[in-house]
C-alpha cells in the first residue's frame, strides 16, 4: 500500500524534528555546565570544611587539654598534670 505524504508536511516535520533536537541539545549543553559548576563548588565546600575543621581542632584541642589539666588541679591530682604554663600555686607563669 502506498501512502501520499505532501512534501509540506514533510518539511514541516522535519523542522520541528530539527527544533527538538536542537533544544535536546542545549539542555545537555546546560545540564553539562551545571554538573561542572557542581563539582566546583562541592570541591569548594570539601575544601573549606576541611580548613574550617582543622582551624576549630587546634584550639579546641588546647582548651580541653587546659580545661582537664585544671580539673585534675581543682580536684587534687596535683600539679604534675598542670600545663608548664602555670605556676606552682596556680596562677598564670
Not at 26 to 31: A, E, G, P, T
Not at 42 to 60: G, K, M, N, V
Not at 79 to 92: N, R, V, Y
Request: aromatic content about 8%; charged content about 25%.
Amino acid at each position: 500500500m502506498f501512502v501520499w505524504i505532501e512534501r509540506q508536511y514533510i518539511q514541516a516535520t522535519d523542522q520541528r524534528l530539527i527544533a527538538a533536537l536542537a533544544e535536546r541539545d542545549d539542555l545537555i549543553r546546560d545540564l553539562n555546565l551545571k554538573r561542572e559548576q557542581l563539582t566546583r563548588l562541592q570541591r569548594a565546600r570539601t575544601q573549606l570544611l576541611a580548613s574550617i575543621s582543622h582551624d576549630l581542632r587546634q584550639p579546641l584541642q588546647a582548651v580541653r587539654l587546659y580545661a582537664e589539666a585544671l580539673n585534675r588541679y581543682l580536684t587534687g591530682g596535683g600539679f604534675s598534670a598542670m600545663p608548664i604554663f602555670l605556676k606552682e600555686d596556680g596562677t598564670p607563669a
